[in-house]
Nanobody, 115 residues
Framework: QVQLVESGGGLVQTGGSLRLSCAAS????????MGWYRRAPGKQRDFVAR???????NYANSVRGRFTISRDDAKNTVYLQMNGLKPEDTAVYYC?????????WGQGTQVTVSS
């Protein structure tokens, strides 16, 4: 079992920045992918960014160039640095862990960007 705890959400103005953290604990495999997804009210949960154990990253087109995902394996933690925030970034952000054949989710952290 893997447990994920997100933190760092909050309320910011358009153009502001936030740094989200996701701390993982439990039976963590050395081969894994961790990432961030988000869900706006009344919408589906969408992919935001991911990073594997080798440090390879992928981003959604909507956040590429503004968001940066990173990981600290010594702390079993993944981060999402969000710059140039826009109102359309407002959502609950969820941490994700994948290691075949398992998928785990955090409970989410609210990000609100005011206009």
């Amino acid at each position: 079992q893997v447990q994920l705890v997100e933190s760092g959400g909050g309320l910011v103005q358009t153009g502001g920045s936030l740094r989200l953290s996701c701390a993982a604990s439990g039976s963590i495999s050395s081969l894994n992918v961790m990432g961030w997804y988000r869900r706006a009210p009344g919408k589906q949960r969408d992919f935001v960014a991911r990073i594997n154990n080798a440090g390879d990253t992928n981003y959604a087109n909507s956040v590429r160039g503004r968001f940066t995902i990173s990981r600290d394996d010594a702390k079993n933690t993944v981060y999402l640095q969000m710059n140039g925030l826009k109102p359309e970034d407002t959502a609950v952000y969820y941490c994700n862990y994948y290691s075949t054949p398992y998928v785990y989710w955090g409970q989410g952290t609210q990000v609100t960007v005011s206009s």
